[in-house]
């Protein structure tokens, strides 16, 4: 079992950059595939962006491309997500996710099995 624990998110003015991190527990980390989602009040989760457990690939919705990478650090248990040129529309709760195998899941929120609790990330005008 996996347990992950977001932290870094905050309020940020429009233009801006903010770094999420995720710390997952267990000896496992460098087996998962991790990922970041995000929910808005009144929307669905919406996925980002997942990083294959070595850290070689990486896939990133075309709505974040070009803004946000994702990338992480085996020796720490971390995943990170660097979120830059932020958005009014930006604003949501962030969540890390991870699975051995999300196969054809891996844009999808069923295609993770262990979840975080996420961390809210607002951005102001």
């Known amino acids: 079992q996996v347990q992950l624990a977001e932290s870094g998110g905050g309020l940020v003015q429009a233009g801006g950059s903010l770094r999420l991190s995720c710390t997952a527990s267990?000896?496992?980390?460098?087996?998962?595939?991790m990922g970041w989602f995000r929910q808005a009040p009144g929307k669905e989760r919406e996925w980002l962006t997942t990083?294959?457990?070595?850290?070689?690939?990486?896939y990133t919705s075309d709505s974040v491309k070009g803004r946000f990478t994702i990338s992480r650090d085996n020796a720490k248990n971390t995943v990170y997500l660097q979120m830059d040129s932020l958005k009014l529309e930006d604003t949501a709760i962030y969540y890390c996710?991870?699975?051995?195998?999300?196969?054809?899941?891996?844009?999808?929120?069923?295609?993770?099995?262990?979840w975080g609790q996420g961390t809210q990330v607002a951005v102001s005008s």
């Open positions: 996710a991870a699975d051995n195998n999300p196969g054809a899941g891996v844009r999808k929120s069923a295609g993770y099995l262990y």
């Open positions: 267990g000896r496992t980390f460098s087996s998962y595939f």
């Open positions: 990083i294959s457990p070595n850290g070689g690939r990486t």
